[in-house]
């Protein structure tokens, strides 16, 4: 399968812990966006990187939302000191320029 | 500021009755309208990207239209495996950004 693929489906947390999610691109594309969804909402924007290189970020990417994309490959979102409001599904999407495909998302479960 | 707002909120059907759902934008020089499908727990799938007004694509039994103020997804002939969440996006042509500013989906249901 060459689609988007994200790590882990699933996340139980406890209020106050950190986590770390892992996105991994379709191959040959250089561009690659993070967004967040709750229920009954479309997906919002949160942060994207061509190359790698962090080239946008929404005002609802907080101080404890960090994102990196090393070598321009996989990308990972860190939230520090999780909130309940945090709790999401949480889709990486991959472009070459236009159609940005998306991945199965992690669900965040914040307790 | 920009946005995009959907209509009907939910939508159910019979199979084999046609309709079509709205998407009605405010979106700073649009660059791109974009056509997505979401099943429940999974990622939105790609269906179609409209670039100006009057263009129009086909996929099966969906058809997408786009005018200078709204898109229109046609439904023709539903089929059950057809329900699902239809999510429109528009991308903002203006300050270089390349998100995608989303409706809050359409979730149609087809009865067979």
């Known amino acids: 399968d060459t689609g988007v693929s994200q790590n882990p489906r699933h996340k139980i947390t406890k209020r106050g812990q950190n986590v770390t999610f892992r996105c991994d691109p379709i191959s040959e594309h250089n561009r690659l966006y993070w967004y967040r969804q709750t229920l009954g909402q479309g997906p919002e924007f949160l942060t994207y990187?061509?190359?790698?290189?962090?080239?946008?970020k929404s005002r609802l990417l907080s101080d404890r939302f960090s994102a990196e994309r090393p070598k321009g490959s996989f990308s990972t979102l860190e939230i520090q000191r999780t909130e309940q409001g945090d709790s999401a599904m949480y889709l990486c999407a991959s472009s070459s320029r236009y159609e940005q495909y998306f991945g199965p998302g992690t669900r965040l479960t914040v307790t | 500021e920009d946005q995009v707002t959907q209509s009907p909120e939910a939508l159910r059907l019979q199979e084999g009755e046609s309709s079509s759902l709205n998407c009605s934008y405010t979106v700073s020089g649009l660059r791109g309208l974009f056509w997505y499908r979401q099943d429940p727990g999974k990622g939105p799938e790609f269906l179609f990207t409209?670039?100006?007004a009057g263009e129009e694509k086909e996929k099966e039994r969906l058809k997408a239209t786009l005018t200078k103020k709204e898109s229109f997804l046609h439904i023709t002939a539903p089929k059950p495996e057809d329900s699902a969440t239809y999510l429109c996006a528009g991308e903002p042509g203006q300050g270089g950004s390349e998100k995608l500013v989303f409706g809050k989906g359409t979730k149609l249901t087809v009865n067979p």
């Open positions: 990187f061509q190359n790698e290189a962090q080239l946008e």
């Open positions: 409209l670039y100006s």
